[in-house]
């Protein structure tokens, strides 16, 4: 839940609390309404944290004995049970909001677990090209998310996944794997990229609500062309070794992954030096403090240094920068390849051999990246 509905759900409470105290007042000692604000512990618990419930429920027991007080009733038998009765239901109003935190946090650490033994940072270089891949969890803000990207070396040469699964929580951790399982079956066994789309739609149709999709781009590349399908995702960037960075929008838009997608098969040439960097919505879509997004231009040239891990890093530390006056709530998935033509000069890497990195920081980046919402 946000700051900013918590902070609603705790005004919420505080009127409620209000409100009994002025119908208790303005009723008169002949009826008391002491009882009722046991409400303010309880709605408390249900949105936010154990200290604040607490709080809430020593701010509804001093409300109660002042009421008490002045309407000269504390030494009331009555008065007293509904006081017990109030302290009762903060204790156990406290004990449930500390309870359903510890839960929450071990079900974040689980599908936290699960998403970075499904998709892990990785580097490697295959059948003429060089590949690096990175993945940053939102779980510090309580999210974990349904990005996804996925590998499969086929005779038709080097097949990509990368995708966003709708929603957060546990289910995208469930449709994550399911689409990089199928998509691994698919790669292999489909010589065409629509047949491939085709067969996860398929596939995938068991798995998803009648309100999942997963948006997705799907590529097939070797080191002088890269063909590719897009489903409802950001268009990948083509980052030319002299020349402009490029959009590579598909033709005509098309619905994502289980929402029956009719795509088209783009073609694109790739020459020496050429790179291709492939994203989610947490890095295009990206607020800072003022709402403005990124510059995917300015994106594309810090994805020109001379190693692809050292160009993800300084994207994913200029991103930290930029997001980090903001509530940053969404996952991202980034693949940057480039294809080597010149395998002797640069000795081969096994694949995954990098395994997990630790995540960069902003420093004093000062990328002017930002665009305007």
Not at 24 to 39: E, F, N, W
Not at 186 to 195: E, I, N, R, W
Not at 255 to 284: N, S
Request: with cysteine.
């Amino acid at each position: 839940m946000s700051v900013a509905s918590r902070t609603g759900w705790l005004w919420l409470t505080a009127l409620v609390g209000a409100g009994i105290a002025v119908g208790d007042i303005a009723t008169g000692p002949a009826t008391s309404l002491i009882g009722l604000l046991l409400v303010c512990p309880l709605l408390a618990s249900t949105q936010d944290g154990w200290r604040v419930t607490a709080i809430v429920s020593g701010a509804a027991t001093l409300l109660a004995v002042v009421i008490s007080l002045v309407e000269r009733a504390l030494g009331q038998g009555d008065t007293q049970v509904r006081l017990l009765m109030l302290v009762v239901a903060g204790a156990y109003g406290t004990w449930f909001a500390h309870r359903s935190a510890g839960l929450q946090q071990q079900l974040e650490k689980v599908a936290a677990a699960a998403q970075r033994a499904i998709i892990r940072p990785t580097d490697f270089r295959i059948g003429g090209l060089e590949v690096s891949a990175r993945y940053h969890s939102a779980a510090a803000q309580a999210h974990i998310g349904g990005d996804l990207y996925a590998f499969a070396n086929t005779p038709m040469g080097l097949r990509l996944l990368i995708g966003d699964v709708r929603g957060k929580g546990l289910a995208p951790v469930h449709l994550s794997a399911a689409a990089i399982g199928h998509f691994r079956d698919a790669a292999y066994t489909q010589p065409d990229l629509l047949d491939v789309v085709r067969e996860l739609e398929s596939r995938l149709a068991c798995d998803l609500g009648p309100e999942d999709f997963v948006t997705a781009v799907i590529a097939e590349v070797d080191p002088h062309h890269v063909r590719l399908v897009n489903c409802g995702h950001h268009a990948p960037l083509h980052l030319p070794d002299t020349g402009t960075p490029t959009l590579l929008a598909p033709p005509a838009p098309t619905t994502p992954i289980g929402l029956a997608p009719e795509p088209t098969v783009q073609e694109v040439p790739l020459a020496a030096g050429d790179r291709l960097l492939f994203y989610t919505d947490g890095l295009a879509e990206a607020r800072d403090r003022t709402g403005c997004m990124p510059d995917l231009q300015l994106i594309g040239r810090l994805c020109t240094g001379a190693r692809l891990d050292g160009a993800l890093d300084t994207v994913m530390a200029a991103l930290n920068h930029h997001t980090r006056h903001s509530a940053a709530g969404d996952d991202i998935a980034l693949i940057l390849l480039e294809p080597v033509h010149d395998l002797a000069r640069n000795p081969s890497l096994p694949q995954d051999a990098s395994g997990p990195r630790q995540e960069p920081t902003a420093g004093d980046s000062d990328a002017p990246w930002a665009v305007g919402p």
